[in-house]
């Protein structure tokens, strides 16, 4: 553990920093496993989707008409619809991998200074104001809800719909 309040506060900065990359690091090598398993994920919810659906209703896993729908389904994914969709999702992976390609190191970023952390207070404050922005807003919903109830009763309904009744 740091031995100071200062180095507490670069503690935590570290240690937040390294708890963002790695959430990071954990999405991008799923999303790549995916893209190397060409279907990933996504296979497996369209084929689910399909058994749910009644898709390979009756037929054993394995059979010739089980395989020739599974043909059928391996087509559809493969047309151009879905690779566009498999593309975008990919290209966030292929993106990353660019990036790490760069011919960069740490010594590049070494003399560089670091903008000292942000203010939390902006956090802290603000609830009276939140609150009272919720307050005021219910009641326009609140009067808007009377006003239109009071519309309705003075309507009459019938088969042709609501008519208005004559005011007396």
Known sequence: MPASRIDVGKYMDAELRMKIACGFE???????????ERMGSTWEAFRKSLERSGYFQGMFPGSKENKRLMENVEYYLN??????????????????????????????????????????????????????????????????????????RSQ?????????????
Request: glycine share 4%.
């Open 79 to 152: 047309s151009s619809l879905h690779s566009r969709a498999s593309e975008m999702l990919s290209s966030h992976v292929r993106r990353i991998d660019e990036i790490l390609a760069l011919p960069h190191s740490f010594n590049d970023f070494k003399c560089r200074e670091l903008p000292p952390s942000d203010d939390d207070s902006w956090l802290y404050g603000g609830e009276d104001e939140l609150i009272a922005s919720f307050e005021e807003r219910h009641k326009r919903r609140w009067n808007s809800m009377i006003s239109s109830l009071r519309r309705n």
């Open 156 to 168: 009459k309904s019938s088969r042709m719909g609501i008519q208005h009744l004559p005011k007396i």
């Open 26 to 36: 954990m999405m991008y090598q799923l999303r790549k496993k995916q893209g190397e």
